[in-house]
């Protein structure tokens, strides 16, 4: 489905989307969502933002009749928002952006991504304790949307979770089909499948980041990754790291990870949204099974340098089909002998097997944290090497890909274009680690 662009007004700063005061015993949207900081909506009065209505344009008439929630985001939920000046960030402008700090969010905090493996036994046994406790935290400030119909908004519901939980729910809302003409449509979604894969990825880590350092309280914690090039099986799928499992896909008692449980599993139901149940203790647990299908191996160090070899960040029709650029070429959908095929992060997911080899709930397996960052970290090299600018995004005509798109479900408005800078520009740096 080609579409022109949609453009809302807002800033390049990033929240998430179902803040629980804007959301929170409401019957009917849209509402007004723009909440006190320090006794001022915005925090208008200590000139950090202003509350502004939600404005969207075409420069033709969509020709499609559109019922879908996210279509001209956020209005279906807020036709006013707050707008952050400079560096601020959130839905009252009270929080800094991306490792931000200072009274005026003027200082940068640069942190350093490693691969796991970099860290000392005590380092990662202490990570992992983090993680799980941003697992099982709720988060207070937002929430989910679970709902039996996207048709009705009276069915909507909004319901409590982790740090993690929320993040994770995030890649469940973004991956539910596009609805048009009353009809939900497969063929691609906001952030798989066209060029929105690297831009949206990268503003998903970026938030998941802060989000872990807003629950541990500390402004030092970062991400890390697993570097897994011409790695002959999965060197971390083991109870040292990210937990071994049987020939179930179960993982084993002895892991940090083995009681984490599943949220939005039930993705696969037509014109819904994260059907589950309210009891933690009766979602599923998350499930893994590295190698297990035949012929499926891990992306090889070749593989990646093919793809950092591609001049063209993203190349007409920006599909999967007859694509042979960067982005096709890291998501998976060309090898190196340029065929249509599994490949680069498509594969591992594959290889995995078990919850990361389905893309709506593979956050659920931190193993996801791990293999994305990595991908970012690719991109990260590819956007130095290259010396891309968000000038450097192709002009994508497709909804939710194009260039001056706001990244879903993320407030206020950061566009697509906006992503294609060095990470180092949001405060992370990536480490050099067994040749990249």
């Known amino acids: 489905m080609l579409l022109l662009a949609v453009v809302l007004l807002g800033i390049s700063s990033t929240s998430a989307m179902f803040y629980r005061e804007c959301v929170e015993n409401v019957s009917s949207f849209p509402v007004v969502c723009c909440p006190l900081y320090r006794g001022s909506m915005c925090g208008a009065s200590l000139n950090r933002g202003n509350c502004m209505p939600v404005r969207s344009s075409r420069t033709i008439p969509d020709p499609d009749i559109h019922i879908d929630d996210r279509d001209l985001f956020p209005l279906h939920y807020y036709n006013y928002t707050c707008q952050c000046k400079g560096n601020f960030i959130g839905e009252n402008c009270g929080q800094c952006d991306f490792n931000r700090y200072g009274d005026n969010c003027e200082n940068l905090n640069t942190v350093v991504r490693r691969d796991i493996r970099e860290l000392s036994e005590k380092e990662r046994h202490q990570y992992f304790a983090q993680l799980h406790q941003c697992k099982t935290k709720i988060d207070p400030d937002y929430v989910i949307l679970v709902s039996g119909d996207r048709f009705r908004s009276t069915a909507y519901e909004f319901q409590s979770a982790s740090y993690y939980d929320v993040w994770c729910y995030i890649h469940n809302y973004i991956t539910r089909q596009f609805i048009n003409n009353t009809r939900e449509n497969n063929i691609l979604n906001f952030g798989h499948g066209s060029t929105a894969f690297l831009t949206f990825h990268r503003a998903y880590m970026f938030y998941l980041e802060r989000a872990l350092?807003?629950?541990?309280?500390?402004?030092?914690?970062?991400?890390?990754?697993?570097?897994?090039?011409?790695?002959?099986?999965?060197?971390?799928?083991?109870?040292?790291?990210?937990?071994?499992?049987?020939?179930?896909?179960?993982?084993?008692?002895?892991?940090?990870?083995?009681?984490?449980?599943?949220?939005?599993?039930?993705?696969?139901?037509?014109?819904?949204?994260?059907?589950?149940?309210?009891?933690?203790?009766?979602?599923?647990?998350?499930?893994?099974?590295?190698?297990?299908?035949?012929?499926?191996?891990?992306?090889?160090?070749?593989?990646?340098?093919?793809?950092?070899?591609?001049?063209?960040?993203?190349?007409?029709?920006?599909?999967?089909?007859?694509?042979?650029?960067?982005?096709?070429?890291?998501?998976?959908?060309?090898?190196?002998?340029?065929?249509?095929?599994?490949?680069?992060?498509?594969?591992?997911?594959?290889?995995?097997?078990?919850?990361?080899?389905?893309?709506?709930?593979?956050?659920?397996?931190?193993?996801?944290?791990?293999?994305?960052?990595?991908?970012?970290?690719?991109?990260?090299?590819?956007?130095?090497?290259?010396?891309?600018?968000?000038?450097?995004?192709?002009?994508?005509?497709?909804?939710?890909?194009?260039?001056?798109?706001?990244?879903?479900?993320?407030?206020?408005?950061?566009?697509?274009?906006?992503?294609?800078?060095?990470?180092?520009?949001?405060?992370?740096?990536?480490?050099?680690?067994?040749?990249?």
């Not at 499926?296 to 793809?307: A, E, G, H, M």
């Not at 095929?341 to 193993?367: E, K, R």
């Open 213 to 436: 350092q807003r629950c541990t309280k500390d402004p030092n914690f970062t991400l890390l990754y697993y570097d897994w090039r011409s790695e002959p099986e999965c060197s971390i799928c083991n109870d040292d790291f990210l937990g071994g499992n049987d020939a179930h896909g179960r993982i084993n008692k002895t892991s940090v990870f083995y009681n984490w449980r599943s949220i939005c599993v039930e993705y696969y139901l037509s014109g819904t949204y994260c059907l589950m149940s309210n009891c933690e203790c009766e979602r599923p647990k998350f499930s893994r099974k590295p190698g297990a299908l035949p012929g499926l191996s891990i992306p090889t160090k070749q593989d990646v340098d093919y793809c950092l070899s591609l001049p063209q960040i993203d190349t007409s029709p920006y599909l999967s089909t007859s694509n042979r650029s960067f982005r096709n070429c890291v998501e998976g959908f060309r090898n190196r002998f340029e065929n249509q095929a599994t490949s680069m992060h498509n594969l591992f997911h594959a290889y995995c097997g078990g919850t990361m080899s389905q893309v709506a709930i593979a956050c659920n397996d931190p193993m996801f944290v791990f293999h994305h960052t990595f991908i970012d970290k690719i991109f990260d090299v590819y956007i130095v090497r290259r010396s891309l600018t968000p000038n450097s995004y192709p002009p994508n005509p497709i909804y939710g890909h194009q260039p001056t798109d706001c990244i879903l479900p993320f407030l206020p408005c950061r566009q697509q274009r906006s992503m294609c800078v060095p990470s180092s520009t949001h405060g992370a740096i990536y480490s050099f680690y067994n040749g990249l």
